[in-house]
C-alpha cells in the first residue's frame, strides 16, 4: 500500500519492518510467523527429532499440539458436564439426609432445620440472578471451576464447621450457604456448556446430561445410607 514500508518475500520470509497500515502489519506478521512455524516443523521432521507424543492412531509433534487437541475434544467437556450435574445432585440432596442427624446431636429444632432447605434453594436463586451479569466476563472455564470449588468447600464444611462454633447452626448455615453458591453456579453454566458443544447428537446428550442428576440423587442415598 501507498502508506506503508515493508520487507516482505514469501521465498525469503523476511519479517517485515515498518508498516503504518496497522491491518495488513497484523497480516504479514501472522503470515510470517505461521511459514516459520511450519519451516521450523518440516526441519525436525528432517533432522529425525520428532517427539515422542502419540495416541493409538495419531501423532503429535509438540506436547502443545497433543494438548491442543485435548482441548479441542469436546468429549471431555461432556463428560466434565455430567459429573458436574451428579455435583449438583450432591448438594441438593445430601444435608436433607441429615435432618435427623443434625437433630439428635446438636439439638437443632426441627423448624430451624427445615430453613436449611430455603437457605440453600433461594441463595441457588440469588446465584442465577448475579451469575448471568458476571459469567461472561469471567468466562465460563473459570466459573465452573469456580462452582465445584464452592460445592466441595460446602460439603466438606458440612462436617468441620459446626464443631468450629460454639452454636452449630451457623456454621451448619454457612456450609449450606457455601455449596448452594457453587450449586447455582453448576446450575446454569452446565447445560448452556453441553449445548455450545459441537456434538452430532446434541439432544441426546442433554437429555442424557439431566438424567445423571437423577442417577446422582440414587448415588447420595445409597452411598449416605
Known amino acids: 500500500c501507498k502508506?506503508?514500508?515493508?520487507?516482505?518475500?514469501?521465498?525469503?520470509a523476511l519479517p517485515p519492518v515498518k508498516c503504518y497500515d496497522s491491518e495488513l502489519a497484523v497480516t504479514?506478521?501472522?503470515q510470517y510467523q505461521a511459514k516459520n512455524a511450519i519451516g521450523r516443523r518440516q526441519r525436525r521432521r528432517a533432522n529425525g527429532k520428532r517427539p515422542a507424543v502419540s495416541g493409538p492412531d495419531i501423532r503429535y509433534d509438540?506436547?502443545?499440539?497433543?494438548?491442543m487437541n485435548i482441548r479441542n475434544n469436546y468429549k471431555h467437556t461432556i463428560a466434565a458436564s455430567y459429573i458436574g450435574y451428579i455435583?449438583?445432585?450432591i448438594v441438593n440432596n445430601f444435608a436433607p439426609l441429615l435432618?435427623?442427624?443434625?437433630?439428635?446431636?446438636?439439638?437443632?429444632?426441627l423448624e430451624m432445620i427445615g430453613l436449611l432447605v430455603t437457605i440453600n434453594f433461594g441463595t441457588q436463586l440469588i446465584v442465577d440472578l448475579v451469575s448471568a451479569k458476571y459469567v461472561d466476563r469471567i468466562g465460563y472455564r473459570p466459573a465452573i471451576i469456580l462452582a465445584h470449588v464452592f460445592a466441595a468447600a460446602g460439603l466438606v464444611g458440612l462436617?468441620?464447621?459446626?464443631?468450629l462454633f460454639s452454636n452449630p447452626y451457623p456454621g451448619i448455615c454457612l456450609a449450606v450457604i457455601l455449596y448452594a453458591i457453587g450449586g447455582g453456579l453448576i446450575e446454569v453454566l452446565i447445560s448452556p456448556i453441553v449445548?455450545?458443544?459441537?456434538?452430532d447428537g446434541k439432544s441426546a446428550a442433554m437429555s442424557l446430561l439431566?438424567?445423571?442428576?437423577?442417577?446422582?440423587?440414587?448415588?447420595v442415598i445409597l452411598v449416605s445410607t
Do not use: K
Request: charge should be negative.
Open 159 to 163: 462436617g468441620l464447621l459446626p464443631e
Open 3 to 12: 502508506n506503508c514500508v515493508f520487507i516482505f518475500a514469501n521465498r525469503l
Open 87 to 89: 455435583t449438583q445432585a
Open 28 to 30: 504479514i506478521q501472522v
Open 62 to 67: 509438540t506436547q502443545e499440539e497433543f494438548s
Open 195 to 199: 449445548e455450545a458443544c459441537p456434538t
Open 99 to 109: 435432618f435427623l442427624t443434625f437433630h439428635d446431636t446438636y439439638q437443632i429444632p
Open 210 to 219: 439431566h438424567s445423571f442428576y437423577c442417577w446422582g440423587s440414587v448415588l
